[in-house]
């Protein structure tokens, strides 16, 4: 039975002090299949109405333990680039709980080659500061937010 069903994320960590943001998906999505430029931070939740930077040239790296070229926890190293522009927005990355997120169903593939499932502009998805992240540190996932098919829901 061929694997039909797309990856959802569980949910995302922004670390800027780190120039990290680890993307946590319900199933391994290959790391070679990292797009950047299907990643979007933005100040509110439509890009319109405030700053916000697509990436350009930030990168997937392999944190997996086993020579495994998929992982459920996609971690994207920011890209100098990418990094000082980020930095050089002047709301945009200084308070790592207010930055939203946007992926495009191109940002990867699980290993049966599906598209991920996006999140779309204008729909309320909270990334949690790594201070939050940092507190949970015994949890397997840190959740920024839960998606029904859909719709998400911001995780208080």
Do not use: W
């Not at 990292?34 to 697509?54: M, P, V, W, Y």
């Amino acid at each position: 039975v061929a694997d039909t069903t797309v990856p959802n994320l569980d949910g995302y960590t922004l670390d800027i002090e780190a120039r990290t943001l680890t993307l946590h998906f319900n199933e391994p999505v290959l790391i070679a299949s990292f797009n950047a430029s299907c990643i979007q931070l933005q100040e509110d939740l439509k890009s319109t109405d405030g700053q916000f930077h697509r990436l350009v040239d930030s990168y997937a790296v392999d944190t997996s333990l086993h020579d495994s070229s998929a992982v459920a926890d996609l971690v994207i190293a920011f890209s100098d680039y990418d990094y000082d522009t980020i930095n050089g927005l002047s709301r945009l990355a200084k308070v790592e709980s207010a930055v939203r997120m946007t992926m495009d169903s191109c940002a990867a593939l699980d290993v049966a080659g599906n598209k991920v499932d996006p999140i779309i502009d204008n729909k309320k998805f909270a990334i949690p500061s790594s201070n939050d992240a940092r507190a949970h540190l015994k949890m397997t996932k840190v959740r920024g937010h839960l998606r029904t098919p859909g719709e998400g829901a911001a995780v208080d």
